[in-house]
Protein backbone atom coordinates (compact mmCIF):
# COMPACT_ATOMS: atom_id res chain seq x y z
CA UNK A 1 0.00 0.00 0.00
CA UNK A 2 1.38 3.63 -0.92
CA UNK A 3 1.49 6.52 1.57
CA UNK A 4 -1.29 8.77 1.94
CA UNK A 5 0.58 11.69 0.20
CA UNK A 6 0.82 9.26 -2.96
CA UNK A 7 -2.20 8.24 -2.26
CA UNK A 8 -3.65 11.54 -2.67
CA UNK A 9 -1.14 12.70 -5.65
CA UNK A 10 -2.57 9.29 -7.41
CA UNK A 11 -6.48 10.54 -6.73
CA UNK A 12 -5.71 14.29 -8.15
CA UNK A 13 -3.77 12.75 -11.44
CA UNK A 14 -6.31 10.60 -11.87
CA UNK A 15 -9.83 12.89 -11.36
CA UNK A 16 -8.11 15.17 -13.76
CA UNK A 17 -7.16 12.66 -17.00
CA UNK A 18 -10.70 10.95 -16.23
CA UNK A 19 -12.38 14.57 -16.14
CA UNK A 20 -10.59 15.62 -19.58
CA UNK A 21 -11.71 12.49 -21.08
CA UNK A 22 -15.51 13.01 -20.37
CA UNK A 23 -15.21 16.69 -20.91
CA UNK A 24 -13.67 16.41 -24.62
CA UNK A 25 -10.69 18.82 -22.71
CA UNK A 26 -8.33 16.21 -24.62
CA UNK A 27 -6.63 17.00 -28.20
CA UNK A 28 -9.09 15.33 -30.81
CA UNK A 29 -6.37 13.67 -32.48
CA UNK A 30 -7.14 10.34 -31.95
CA UNK A 31 -3.10 9.17 -30.95
CA UNK A 32 -3.59 11.75 -28.03
CA UNK A 33 -6.80 10.27 -27.15
CA UNK A 34 -5.63 7.06 -26.62
CA UNK A 35 -2.62 7.99 -24.72
CA UNK A 36 -4.92 9.76 -22.52
CA UNK A 37 -7.13 6.59 -21.64
CA UNK A 38 -4.07 4.76 -21.55
CA UNK A 39 -2.98 6.84 -18.39
CA UNK A 40 -6.30 7.07 -17.15
CA UNK A 41 -6.46 2.81 -17.01
CA UNK A 42 -3.13 2.75 -15.12
CA UNK A 43 -3.90 5.31 -12.64
CA UNK A 44 -7.29 3.50 -12.22
CA UNK A 45 -5.75 0.17 -11.57
CA UNK A 46 -2.88 1.49 -9.39
CA UNK A 47 -6.08 2.67 -7.36
CA UNK A 48 -7.79 -0.94 -6.88
CA UNK A 49 -4.76 -2.69 -6.23
CA UNK A 50 -3.85 0.37 -3.41
CA UNK A 51 -7.55 -0.26 -2.12
CA UNK A 52 -7.41 -3.93 -2.46
CA UNK A 53 -7.24 -4.60 0.97
CA UNK A 54 -11.09 -3.13 1.76
CA UNK A 55 -12.34 -5.92 -0.80
CA UNK A 56 -11.02 -8.55 1.28
CA UNK A 57 -12.07 -6.83 4.70
CA UNK A 58 -15.32 -6.57 2.97
CA UNK A 59 -15.85 -9.95 1.41
CA UNK A 60 -14.53 -11.50 5.03
CA UNK A 61 -17.44 -9.95 6.80
CA UNK A 62 -20.34 -10.18 4.43
CA UNK A 63 -18.88 -13.89 4.19
CA UNK A 64 -19.28 -14.48 7.88
CA UNK A 65 -22.56 -14.11 7.36
CA UNK A 66 -23.27 -16.28 4.19
CA UNK A 67 -24.05 -20.49 4.37
CA UNK A 68 -20.66 -22.05 3.16
CA UNK A 69 -21.89 -22.44 -0.04
CA UNK A 70 -19.84 -19.68 -1.75
CA UNK A 71 -16.35 -19.51 -2.13
CA UNK A 72 -14.38 -16.63 -0.56
CA UNK A 73 -12.59 -16.35 -4.13
CA UNK A 74 -15.57 -15.90 -5.40
CA UNK A 75 -16.57 -13.13 -3.05
CA UNK A 76 -13.16 -11.38 -3.79
CA UNK A 77 -13.88 -11.19 -7.24
CA UNK A 78 -17.76 -9.76 -7.07
CA UNK A 79 -15.83 -7.70 -4.51
CA UNK A 80 -13.35 -6.28 -6.92
CA UNK A 81 -15.88 -5.30 -9.29
CA UNK A 82 -17.57 -2.96 -6.62
CA UNK A 83 -14.00 -1.69 -6.09
CA UNK A 84 -13.80 -0.58 -9.80
CA UNK A 85 -16.83 0.63 -10.03
CA UNK A 86 -16.24 2.67 -6.95
CA UNK A 87 -13.00 4.27 -8.38
CA UNK A 88 -15.05 5.32 -11.51
CA UNK A 89 -17.86 6.31 -10.05
CA UNK A 90 -16.11 8.67 -6.94
CA UNK A 91 -16.62 12.32 -6.99
CA UNK A 92 -15.04 13.78 -4.24
CA UNK A 93 -16.83 16.93 -5.33
CA UNK A 94 -20.17 15.61 -4.96
CA UNK A 95 -22.40 18.33 -3.40
CA UNK A 96 -23.40 17.24 0.01
CA UNK A 97 -21.49 14.28 -0.29
CA UNK A 98 -18.51 14.61 0.74
CA UNK A 99 -17.43 10.90 1.77
CA UNK A 100 -13.98 9.35 1.84
CA UNK A 101 -13.29 7.22 -0.96
CA UNK A 102 -13.04 4.09 1.55
CA UNK A 103 -16.60 4.47 3.15
CA UNK A 104 -18.12 4.85 -0.62
CA UNK A 105 -16.07 2.08 -1.42
CA UNK A 106 -16.96 0.04 1.21
CA UNK A 107 -20.45 0.32 0.51
CA UNK A 108 -20.33 -0.29 -3.27
CA UNK A 109 -17.96 -3.35 -2.66
CA UNK A 110 -20.30 -4.64 -0.24
CA UNK A 111 -23.46 -4.25 -2.46
CA UNK A 112 -21.82 -5.55 -5.49
CA UNK A 113 -21.18 -9.09 -3.19
CA UNK A 114 -24.72 -8.91 -2.31
CA UNK A 115 -26.06 -8.16 -5.39
CA UNK A 116 -24.32 -11.17 -7.20
CA UNK A 117 -25.67 -13.38 -3.79
CA UNK A 118 -28.87 -12.39 -4.08
CA UNK A 119 -28.67 -13.30 -7.90
CA UNK A 120 -27.49 -16.80 -7.36
CA UNK A 121 -30.30 -17.25 -4.61
CA UNK A 122 -33.27 -19.18 -6.20
CA UNK A 123 -35.09 -18.53 -3.01
CA UNK A 124 -37.57 -15.09 -3.12
CA UNK A 125 -36.20 -13.06 -0.16
CA UNK A 126 -39.94 -12.73 1.00
CA UNK A 127 -40.04 -16.47 1.62
CA UNK A 128 -36.21 -16.13 2.97
CA UNK A 129 -37.98 -13.75 5.32
CA UNK A 130 -40.67 -16.17 6.27
CA UNK A 131 -38.82 -18.47 7.01
CA UNK A 132 -36.58 -16.52 9.59
CA UNK A 133 -39.59 -15.48 10.84
CA UNK A 134 -40.61 -18.91 11.38
CA UNK A 135 -37.04 -20.19 13.30
CA UNK A 136 -37.53 -16.65 15.37
CA UNK A 137 -41.12 -17.89 16.76
CA UNK A 138 -39.80 -21.55 16.90
CA UNK A 139 -36.90 -20.32 18.74
CA UNK A 140 -38.78 -18.22 21.23
CA UNK A 141 -41.66 -20.92 21.98
CA UNK A 142 -39.15 -23.71 22.90
CA UNK A 143 -37.48 -21.03 25.14
CA UNK A 144 -41.03 -20.39 26.73
CA UNK A 145 -42.10 -23.86 26.99
CA UNK A 146 -38.96 -25.31 27.73
CA UNK A 147 -39.93 -27.89 24.70
CA UNK A 148 -40.19 -28.05 21.01
CA UNK A 149 -43.70 -26.42 20.29
CA UNK A 150 -45.79 -28.17 17.52
CA UNK A 151 -47.02 -27.08 14.88
CA UNK A 152 -49.87 -25.39 16.12
CA UNK A 153 -48.07 -23.28 18.71
CA UNK A 154 -45.62 -22.17 15.95
CA UNK A 155 -48.55 -20.63 12.94
CA UNK A 156 -50.05 -19.15 16.84
CA UNK A 157 -47.00 -17.17 17.51
CA UNK A 158 -47.07 -16.04 13.54
CA UNK A 159 -50.30 -15.06 13.73
CA UNK A 160 -50.89 -17.59 10.53
CA UNK A 161 -53.87 -20.36 10.59
CA UNK A 162 -52.52 -23.85 10.32
CA UNK A 163 -53.30 -24.19 6.61
CA UNK A 164 -51.59 -21.14 5.92
CA UNK A 165 -48.29 -22.42 7.83
CA UNK A 166 -48.67 -26.08 6.19
CA UNK A 167 -48.60 -23.83 2.73
CA UNK A 168 -45.69 -21.88 3.68
CA UNK A 169 -43.95 -24.79 4.62
CA UNK A 170 -45.39 -26.78 0.76
Same mark, same amino acid.
Given at each position: MVTGRTVGRLWTRYLKVRKELRSGEVPSD &????? +? @? &??? +???? *??? #???????????? @? $????? *??????????? %? $?????? #? #???? &???? =? +?? =?????? %?? $?????KIRWAILDQLRSQDWVPRRVRLRAQQIEVARAKLTQELRRFPNETEIAGELGLGIGEYHDFLD
Open positions: &EEARR +E @A &ERQ +EGQL *RDR #LVVNYSPLVKYV @A $SRVGA *RVPGAVEQEDM %F $SWGVLG #L #LDAV &ETYD =P +ER =PGKRAK %FE $SYAIS
